[in-house]
C-alpha cells in the first residue's frame, strides 16, 4: 500500500528536550510538508521540501528544524527553543508542480510534560 | 495573517439537511481550491477540489461553489449524514509557484444530528 506513515502516534516530552518526529513516504513524491495543527486556527507550515537535501523554511519555523537526506524521508525535530509545542503535527507529500493533490500522514500528537 | 478566511468556526445540521461552508481570499493569483475532510485523530484527505475557470464542481453529495469576482468559494454538503461529521478545511495554491504551497482556512467543524 502506498502511504505516508508517521511515527509515534503519541510523543510525550519534557520541558527542555529535543524530540524528532518520523515521517516516510513511498508515494515517490518529491515534495515534503510539516504542518501544526491547534485547535481553530487550521494548519500551518512548518517547513517543505522538493528536493534531497534542500528544505525551506514555513510560515512557523522557529524553534524547529528538518532535514532531507533521502526522498522518502523527511524528519522533523522539536527543539527546546519552541515555546509551546504542544500540539498535532502532520506531515504531507505530493508531485511538485501543478494541481497536485498534498497526501497526509495520520499525524503525531506532541504532549510538553 | 491568513490568507484564506473559513467560516463558520463550527456548524450543526439535522440528517437530511445541507451544510454550508465559506471561504473568502485575496490573492488573486490562487488558481487551486481544495477541500480538505478531517476526522478526529486522522491526517486531512482531499474531498473535492476546483480550479477558476469553472464555477461549480459537484462531487456525488458535495458540491463547490466558486466566485472569481468575489474571490469567494464554498462547500456544500447536501443531504448531509452523520459519518459527514469532521472537520473541513478550504485551501489554496498558486500552480505557478513551483513550491506548491497551499494557505488553509481554520476549518470548519461539522456535526450532522441523527
Known amino acids: 500500500d502506498g502511504g505516508i506513515t508517521q511515527s509515534p502516534k503519541y510523543l510525550f516530552r519534557k520541558e527542555g528536550q529535543n524530540v524528532t518526529l518520523s515521517c516516510e513516504q513511498n508515494?515517490?513524491?518529491?515534495?515534503m510538508y510539516w504542518y501544526r495543527q491547534d485547535p481553530g486556527q487550521g494548519l500551518r507550515l512548518i517547513y517543505y521540501s522538493q528536493i534531497v537535501n534542500d528544505f525551506q523554511k514555513g510560515d512557523i519555523a522557529e524553534g524547529y528544524s528538518v532535514s532531507r537526506e533521502k526522498k522518502e524521508s523527511f524528519p522533523l525535530t522539536v527543539t527546546s527553543a519552541q515555546k509551546n509545542p504542544t500540539a498535532f503535527y502532520l506531515c504531507?507529500?505530493?508531485?511538485?508542480?501543478?494541481?497536485?493533490?498534498?497526501?497526509f500522514g495520520p499525524g503525531t500528537r506532541l504532549t510538553v510534560l | 495573517q491568513q490568507q484564506v478566511k473559513q467560516s463558520p468556526q463550527s456548524l450543526i445540521v439535522q440528517k437530511g439537511g445541507i451544510s454550508i461552508i465559506n471561504c473568502a481570499y485575496e490573492n488573486t493569483a490562487f488558481d487551486y481550491f481544495p477541500w480538505y475532510q478531517q476526522f478526529p485523530g486522522k491526517g486531512p484527505a482531499l474531498l473535492i477540489a476546483i480550479r477558476p475557470d469553472v464555477s461549480e464542481k459537484k462531487e456525488g453529495r458535495f458540491t463547490i461553489s466558486f466566485n472569481k469576482s468575489a474571490k469567494q468559494f464554498s462547500l456544500h454538503i447536501m443531504d448531509s449524514q452523520p459519518g459527514d461529521s469532521a472537520t473541513y478545511f478550504c485551501?489554496?495554491?498558486?500552480?505557478?509557484?513551483?513550491?506548491?504551497?497551499?494557505?488553509f482556512g481554520a476549518g470548519t467543524q461539522v456535526v450532522v444530528t441523527p
Open positions: 504531507a507529500s505530493s508531485m511538485v508542480g501543478g494541481y497536485n493533490e498534498q497526501f
Open positions: 485551501a489554496a495554491s498558486t500552480t505557478t509557484d513551483s513550491w506548491g504551497k497551499f494557505q
Open positions: 508515494l515517490n513524491h518529491d515534495a
